[in-house]
C-alpha cells in the first residue's frame, strides 16, 4: 500500500515524445500517486500510459476529449492525496522534489508552497536533467500573507501556473475550485482562488524542481482569436472576486496584470489566421475595450516594462514591434 501525501496529476493528450520523460520523473518521487487523465488521445500516448498502470502509486483514467482544464478537473475528482502538484504532460520534475517540499511544508505547517521552475528545450532528454538535486538547505522562504501574495501574482513577481505550487486538497475542495473548461490561460482563472482559501503561504524564489519543456506546438505558444476573449472573461471574473472580498488590492499592481495578459490576447488576435477584415474589427474592439478598462490616470503607475507595452499599444506600435522582433529571432 502505498503512502500517499502528495497526488500527481498529469493531463496526457498526444505527447508521445514527451510523456514517458514526464511520467518517469514523477512514479518515483517518494509519498505520491500518479494519476494519468488520458483527454482522449490519438497518438501512441494511451499505449505509453498502459505500461505503467500496473505500478501501485499509478491510476489511469482514460475520457472523452474535454481540454487541459477538463482533464484536471477529472484529477482533482480522482485524487486522495493530502496535497495537489500538477505536471504538464511534457514537462518533468527533478529527483526528490515531493520529498524536498513535503520536509519545507512540515516543518511550517504550509497549506501553499510556491516554488519556481527552469526552461528546457524541446529536446531535452530526462536523463540529463531530473537528477540534478538541488540543496534547499540555504535556499530562502518567503512567508507570505494571502494579501501579499496576491499582490505578487497581480504585479507579476510571482508567476501563478497552477504547476508552480503545492497545494492542499482542501484548498480546492473549498468552493469547489475547477479549471474552466474550454477556455485557454486557465491558470489565471484558477490560482488567484486557491491563494484566497490559503491561511499559511510560502515561495522559495531559488528553488526550481520544475522543468518546463518549451517546444513550438505547445498550447501556450498557439496564437487564436480565443485566447482574448477568455482572458477578458477571466479578468472579468477576477474583477468580481476582489470587489468582494480583496477590494483593497484594485490598484496599480493588479493594473499590471490586467495590462499584461490582455495585451498577450491583443497580440494573439494580430497574430491569428482570420481574415483581414474580420482580424481589423477585432482589434478595434479589443482595443477600445482595453482603453475603457485601463485609462492613462492608471497606466502612469505601471511598472516600466508594462507601461512602455501599454504605450506603444496605444500609439499602434506594438504589433509592427513584435513582428519586427519575430523575424529577427
Not at 509519498?31 to 499509478?58: A, Q, R, W
Not at 514537462?91 to 521552475?117: G, K, P, R, W
Request: hydrophobic share 35%.
Amino acid at each position: 500500500m502505498v503512502d500517499v501525501k502528495v497526488s500527481i496529476v498529469i493531463p496526457v493528450f498526444n505527447v508521445e515524445n514527451f510523456l514517458k520523460d514526464c511520467i518517469d520523473s514523477c512514479v518515483d518521487q517518494k509519498y505520491s500517486e500518479v494519476i494519468l487523465v488520458d483527454d482522449g488521445s490519438t497518438d501512441s500516448s494511451t499505449e505509453i500510459c498502459m505500461k505503467y498502470v500496473e505500478l501501485p502509486n499509478v491510476k489511469y483514467i482514460r475520457q472523452e476529449n474535454g481540454g487541459l482544464s477538463a482533464a484536471r478537473n477529472t484529477g482533482l475528482i480522482h485524487a486522495t492525496g493530502e496535497y495537489i502538484l500538477f505536471v504538464d504532460s511534457d514537462d518533468m520534475l527533478i529527483t526528490n522534489t515531493v520529498e524536498t517540499l513535503l520536509v519545507i511544508i512540515d516543518n511550517n505547517s504550509y497549506d501553499l508552497l510556491f516554488f519556481n521552475h527552469e526552461i528546457i528545450e524541446e529536446n531535452t532528454s530526462s536523463k540529463s536533467v531530473i537528477n540534478n538535486e538541488i540543496d534547499v538547505t540555504n535556499k530562502k522562504i518567503v512567508n507570505l500573507s494571502t494579501e501579499d501574495c496576491l499582490k505578487d501574482i497581480f504585479s507579476r513577481r510571482m508567476q501563478n501556473y497552477s504547476w508552480s505550487f503545492l497545494a492542499k486538497r482542501d484548498l480546492y475542495v473549498k468552493d469547489n475550485i475547477r479549471f474552466p473548461e474550454k477556455r485557454t490561460y486557465e491558470d489565471i482563472a484558477t490560482t488567484y482562488r486557491v491563494v484566497g482559501n490559503a491561511a499559511n503561504i510560502a515561495y522559495i524564489p531559488n528553488y526550481a524542481p520544475y522543468l518546463y519543456r518549451n517546444r513550438k506546438g505547445s498550447i501556450a505558444n498557439t496564437a487564436s482569436i480565443k485566447t482574448y476573449f477568455d482572458i477578458k472573461a477571466t479578468i472579468i471574473e477576477i474583477d468580481e472576486y476582489l470587489k468582494q472580498r480583496y477590494s483593497r488590492l484594485k490598484d496599480h499592481e493588479y493594473a499590471n496584470f490586467v495590462v499584461s495578459f490582455l495585451l498577450l490576447g491583443y497580440m494573439d488576435l494580430a497574430n491569428s489566421g482570420v481574415t483581414k477584415n474580420k482580424k481589423y474589427k477585432l482589434l478595434k474592439n479589443a482595443k477600445r475595450d482595453i482603453i475603457e478598462r485601463v485609462d492613462c490616470k492608471q497606466a502612469r503607475k505601471l511598472e516600466f516594462k508594462y507601461k512602455i507595452s501599454y504605450a506603444l499599444f496605444r500609439l499602434e506600435m506594438l504589433i509592427p514591434i513584435q513582428n519586427m522582433r519575430g523575424k529577427l529571432k
